[in-house]
């Protein structure tokens, strides 16, 4: 009988210590945003730009799922308008899970690193990048591909 309670205790003790394997999920996506955009001159021809986004993202996925968007960022722009702006967005799916990033977008394009989340996506890492194929004034479209991993 001893010998059944150390066996147990044993199983449960590395079922207990053994880490957890996180997964990583690869999705892409669509991204139609509207911004509020405000650029502030310096006296030496760059300016200061200070952007407010929202809009709404699809994401692929086993079921897709539809997440709104909520960015902010500020950058430079140069005298030629070429601008370089650092950014942070949370997309939400629900009241309960959601993730963040940080990235950074140059001459249309950019990069991301995940930095959390919550629900499904708590304690999430990984990368993406996204292109913009539509900018106007008031808005853009963006197609993105993100991996994001969770313990």
Known sequence: MNNYKSGLILLMSILVTSPVIAE??????????SS?????????????????????????????SVL???????????????AKTIFYCSFTESEEDG????????????????????????????KGEFIQIIKTAKGSKNVFKV???TP
């Open 68 to 82: 709104a968007v909520k960015c902010s960022g500020m950058g430079i722009v140069d005298p030629e308008s070429k």
């Open 24 to 33: 990583t999920m690869k999705y892409t996506g669509t991204l139609h945003a």
């Open 36 to 64: 509020v955009k405000s650029l502030m001159p310096l006296a030496n021809g760059d300016g200061v730009l200070m952007v407010e986004a929202s809009g709404i993202a699809a994401l692929s996925g086993t079921p897709p």
């Open 99 to 126: 993730f963040d990033v940080k990235g950074i977008i140059k001459d249309e394009t950019g990069a991301f690193d995940v930095i959390g989340g919550s629900g499904k996506w708590t304690k999430a890492k990984g």
């Open 147 to 149: 991996e994001i991993t």
